[in-house]
C-alpha cells in the first residue's frame, strides 16, 4: 500500500465531492430556469436546505479549480447579488495571471522599524511591501497613505453579465488594503498562495463601489507573496461597466531584503553535500514555487489533501505531484508534517537563509547534485535531454524520463535566478 493510501483512500477531494454532490442537487433543482432563462438567482438559505452544505463553503470559487464539476461541466458560475443571494448563470469569472519576468527589485525597510519581523502572511507582507515604498515605485503619484481594509458592502453596483442587466444591492466584500494618494485610490487584493487565475469579482467590486463613488481614479492591484518575494499586478476595467473588460496594464516582482547569493557560493554550498537516496518517487511537478508555497502553507496548520485542492487550486493530481516533490526534498514527511529542514526553511530569518536551505536539500538526491553544479559553475543550466540522459541511469523509461527532465530543468532554472543580482 502507498504511504499515503490510508489517509488519503480516494481519487478526488473529500471536500469538492461534497460540494459536488451539493451542487447537483441545486442544478437539478433549478433546471427549468437555466433552460428557459441561462440563469437562476437562489437564496442562501434555499442553497444551504438543498445542498445540505454551507452555503459559503458552496459558493466561494477564488480561481477556476476550485469550481464544482456539476458547474464547470455546465458552463456555469456564480456571484453574489447580495448578502443573501448568488446568481448561478453561464458566464465567467475568471482571469489568468502573466507569467512575470525580469529582474527583481529590492527595496529596504527604513531604519528605524522595529516591528516588522519575519513575513508570515499576506498583510504583513503588504505592510511591510507599503512601508518600504512599494507602491509609490510600482505606480507612482505618491505617497500612498492606508485609508480602508476590512469587510464592507459593496452599496449597488449595475452588472452586466452574459448579455444581460444586474444589479449587485448591498452585497459583502473584503479589502485587504486601500491606499489612497491625491491622485489615485488604490485597492489591493492580497495572497499568500500562488494560482494560475483568480476570481474577477475579488478586484472588480471593491473598483466599482468606490469608482462609481470617488472623482480621483481607482486602480485595482493583485499581490501574491511567496518565498520572500512579492508580485504585483496592476490592472485596469477598460468599461467600469464590464467585470470582464480586465486588462493588465504592469506587473512587477520586489524584494524586501537584498540577496547576496552568487554562483560561486551556490556552488559550494552544492559541493558540501552528499547525496542521499530517498524512496519518495523522482517528482514531476515542473513550477518549484509551487512547492515552496506549499511548504509555506504546510506552516500555517495542518492540511489535507483534501483541503490543499479545496483552498489552493490544485486538482487532485497536481496535489499528489507537490505534496509527492515536498516529500522526495524532505521538507515534508509522509503525513504532511514539516520535517526539520521544512521547518529550518519557514522559520529562516532572511531570504538568502531561505534559498540555501532550498539548495541543500536539491543537492540532496541524484542528478539534482549534478545538474546544479553543472549551472553554477558553467552559468548555463543543461539542456533537457542532457539531463533527460542523466536520468535514465535511474532505471526509468525515455518517456518518463523526458518528463521528469521537464521537472529537473525548471527546478534548475529556478536556483539559477538565485544567482541573479537583486
Not at 105 to 118: A, F, Q, S, V, W
Request: glycine fraction near 6%; include cysteine.
Amino acid at each position: 500500500m502507498p504511504p499515503n493510501a490510508a489517509r488519503f483512500p480516494r481519487s478526488w477531494c473529500a471536500i469538492m465531492g461534497l460540494n459536488d454532490t451539493g451542487w447537483e442537487k441545486v442544478l437539478a433543482a433549478h433546471r427549468a430556469a437555466l433552460a428557459r432563462d441561462g440563469y437562476f438567482t437562489i437564496s442562501s438559505r434555499e442553497l444551504g436546505k438543498i445542498s445540505g452544505r454551507e452555503p459559503r463553503l458552496m459558493a466561494k470559487h477564488d480561481f477556476s479549480t476550485a469550481v464544482p464539476a456539476p458547474l464547470r461541466q455546465a458552463g456555469l458560475n456564480v456571484i453574489p447579488v447580495s448578502r443573501s443571494h448568488y446568481l448561478v448563470g453561464k458566464f465567467s469569472l475568471f482571469h489568468p495571471f502573466p507569467d512575470i519576468s525580469g529582474p527583481v527589485k529590492t527595496l529596504r525597510i527604513p531604519p528605524g522599524i522595529e516591528t516588522m519581523g519575519r513575513i508570515t502572511s499576506e498583510a504583513v507582507a503588504l505592510n511591510a511591501g507599503v512601508v518600504a515604498g512599494m507602491l509609490d515605485d510600482f505606480l507612482g503619484h505618491g505617497p500612498y497613505y492606508p485609508t480602508m481594509s476590512g469587510r464592507m458592502s459593496t452599496l449597488d453596483i449595475p452588472l452586466r453579465l452574459a448579455g444581460r442587466d444586474f444589479t449587485v444591492e448591498r452585497a459583502q466584500m473584503e479589502i485587504d488594503g486601500g491606499f489612497e494618494s491625491l491622485h489615485h485610490l488604490v485597492i489591493v487584493e492580497a495572497k499568500n498562495h500562488i494560482s494560475r487565475d483568480f476570481n474577477i469579482r475579488q478586484l472588480y467590486f471593491p473598483f466599482r463601489r468606490f469608482q462609481l463613488s470617488l472623482s480621483k481614479p481607482v486602480v485595482p492591484v493583485y499581490m501574491v507573496y511567496t518565498n520572500g518575494l512579492v508580485n504585483l499586478y496592476r490592472f485596469e476595467f477598460t468599461d467600469p461597466s464590464n467585470l470582464h473588460s480586465i486588462r493588465l496594464v504592469d506587473s512587477a516582482r520586489y524584494a524586501l531584503a537584498p540577496s547576496l547569493l552568487q554562483a560561486q557560493t551556490l556552488l559550494e554550498a552544492v559541493r558540501a553535500v552528499s547525496v542521499v537516496d530517498t524512496p519518495v518517487a523522482f517528482p514531476q511537478a515542473d513550477n518549484f514555487g509551487r512547492v515552496i508555497n506549499l511548504v509555506e502553507l504546510l506552516e500555517q496548520r495542518p492540511l489535507s489533501k483534501a483541503e490543499i485542492c479545496a483552498e489552493y487550486d490544485f486538482t487532485p493530481r497536481q496535489a499528489d505531484y507537490y505534496c509527492a516533490a515536498a516529500r522526495y526534498l524532505g521538507l515534508v514527511d509522509d503525513s504532511l508534517r514539516l520535517t526539520l529542514p521544512g521547518a529550518q526553511l519557514v522559520s529562516a530569518e532572511s531570504r538568502d537563509s531561505r534559498n540555501l536551505v532550498l539548495i541543500r536539500a536539491l543537492a540532496a538526491r541524484p542528478v539534482f547534485h549534478d545538474v546544479l553544479a553543472q549551472a553554477f559553475a558553467s552559468g548555463q543550466v543543461p539542456a533537457p535531454a542532457v539531463i533527460a540522459n542523466a536520468i535514465s541511469a535511474l532505471g526509468l523509461s525515455d518517456s518518463t524520463c523526458r518528463r521528469r527532465a521537464k521537472t529537473v530543468h525548471s527546478w534548475a532554472t529556478w536556483a539559477m535566478e538565485l544567482a541573479q543580482p537583486g
